[in-house]
């Protein structure tokens, strides 16, 4: 069983992606930049290169030119690696350009305020991810660990439900990598499609404690245009909490809050 965690982990993805690649230079600097984003601290050179299975001296390659480009640092006292300042010209180029953010911030933030759970705007990227783009804490002793720029599989949670529901994906594709999610208390791919036709017709999902225990997750889809589901609305709290407080109040905010934001970004408004 550990075996197959291993395999399905993160990190033997990125590997597996490298070694799939067609642009396979593109995609072992993309592989190190997403391995040192997620590092807690600076990574020395052979343990880049075992975690995404590269010879090191191809390693040491692109992170040589990764340096020269300032997206990686290096420590000559440490010999180790960590993000460079350069990539947050890309992220802020991107934020510009990237009305979603504008527009969502201050519906997170008056959400997030007026029922105290924590609030994320995600962008979908198909079956592969899905990344937070904004958010906002709550006031309560509860903080989800997902920050701008946090990666989370495709599928998985409240959001995962609602790009099952609303994106056009075959069965064969979705139970291919519903068998590679990790809950804390897994459902049935049986269940989880119930939950998926569930979504359909309530123009919602919702988690109950499957992701994380304890944690309910609600999710309500945005479309960018008329025909392309981009991102979501989410609402993050404690289950306990968040039963305290008017849920079906929670689920109608998010929802009409997704279907106000759709309406401006496919200029309706």
Sequence with gaps: MQGDKKSNSPDSKLAKAVKESKAPAISRAAAILRLLGKSDAPLPLQSIARTLDLVPSTCLYVLRALVAEELVAFDADTKRYSLEAGVLSLARNWLRRDQFNDVAQPILDRLSRTYDVTTLGVNMLGLDHMIVVAAAQSNNNFHLSAQIGSRFPALISATGRCIAAFGEYSLDDLQQRFETLRWDEPPTFEQWLEQV?????????????????????????????????????????????IRRTDVEELKKALVSSAKALTNQLCGKE
């Design 197 to 241: 036709e569930q979504a359909k017709v309530n123009g919602y999902a919702i988690d109950e404690g499957n992701y994380i225990s304890g944690v309910t997750v609600l999710s309500a889809p945005v479309w960018k245009t008329p025909t392309k589901l981009s991102h979501a609305l989410v609402a993050v709290g404690l289950s306990s909490a």
